[in-house]
């Protein structure tokens, strides 16, 4: 079965940082590309950052810029996003998907991040 | 804001048919770039609904369609069930931004 595990989400203080992964499985995670996508709390969904099948190529949504990392760890069938600087603004559930053709064909269920001052 | 633009909400009776508007521009849908649809209901995660403007991936009923014309694109669902009562997104690949951008996201009500 083709799946997506987040996990590292949590409350931080305003300015922290926070690491989520993502575990794939069921699939050759080597050959896709993935994404982050946000939700924050009652929004709609925001396309964070994506990365290519080898980690070469990142993009970044340019409110994340400078301040959010993705990559990924293919021996591990992994993924992560690195957030730095943390704002009020970065509350969200943020969710992993597979990068398939321009769309999003897999989701994982998410994990919470809270930011608080 | 959201780059591409959806109608807040739509309803209609079970067995009616409904449609979702998707309105972009010439850096994303109007650049031919193909647009997408999730359904997400409440508490759980977004589903792959349609993909490659008017493609149902495998487990998807025919009662979802899609289409796509210069700067827009339409989901039409027929037949409405209860079920189908969810909140629906359109995406697609925008070239001035090198990423994806969504819609705000249609809130459907089976009346």
């Known amino acids: 079965e083709v799946q997506l595990v987040e996990s590292g989400g949590g409350l931080v203080q305003t300015g922290g940082s926070l690491r989520l992964s993502c575990a794939a499985s069921?699939?050759?995670?080597?050959?896709?590309?993935m994404s982050w996508v946000r939700q924050a709390p009652g929004k709609g969904l925001e396309w964070v950052a994506n990365?290519?099948?080898?980690?070469?190529?990142?993009y970044y949504v340019d409110s994340v810029k400078g301040r959010f990392t993705i990559s990924r760890d293919n021996a591990k069938n992994s993924l992560y996003l690195q957030m730095n600087s943390l704002r009020a603004e970065d509350r969200a559930e943020y969710y992993c998907?597979?990068?398939?053709?321009?769309?999003?064909?897999?989701w994982g269920k998410g994990t919470t991040v809270t930011v608080s001052s | 804001q959201s780059v591409l633009t959806q109608p807040p909400s739509v309803s209609g009776a079970p067995g009616q048919r409904v449609t979702i508007s998707c309105t972009g521009s010439?850096?994303?849908?109007?650049?031919?770039?193909?647009v997408h649809w999730y359904q997400q209901v409440p508490g759980t995660a977004p589903k792959l609904l349609i993909y490659?403007?008017?493609n149902r991936p495998s487990g998807v009923p025919d009662r979802f369609s899609g289409s796509k014309s210069g700067t827009s694109a339409s989901l039409a669902i027929t037949g409405l069930q209860a079920e189908d009562e969810a909140d629906y997104y359109c995406?697609?690949?925008?070239?001035?931004?090198?990423?994806?951008?969504f819609g705000g996201g249609t809130k459907l009500t089976v009346l």
């Open positions: 998907a597979r990068y398939n053709h321009y769309c999003m064909d897999v």
């Open positions: 069921g699939f050759t995670f080597s050959s896709y590309w």
């Open positions: 990365i290519n099948e080898d980690g070469s190529e990142k």
């Open positions: 010439s850096s994303n849908v109007g650049a031919g770039y193909d």
């Open positions: 490659g403007n008017n």
């Open positions: 995406q697609s690949y925008d070239s001035s931004l090198s990423g994806s951008v």
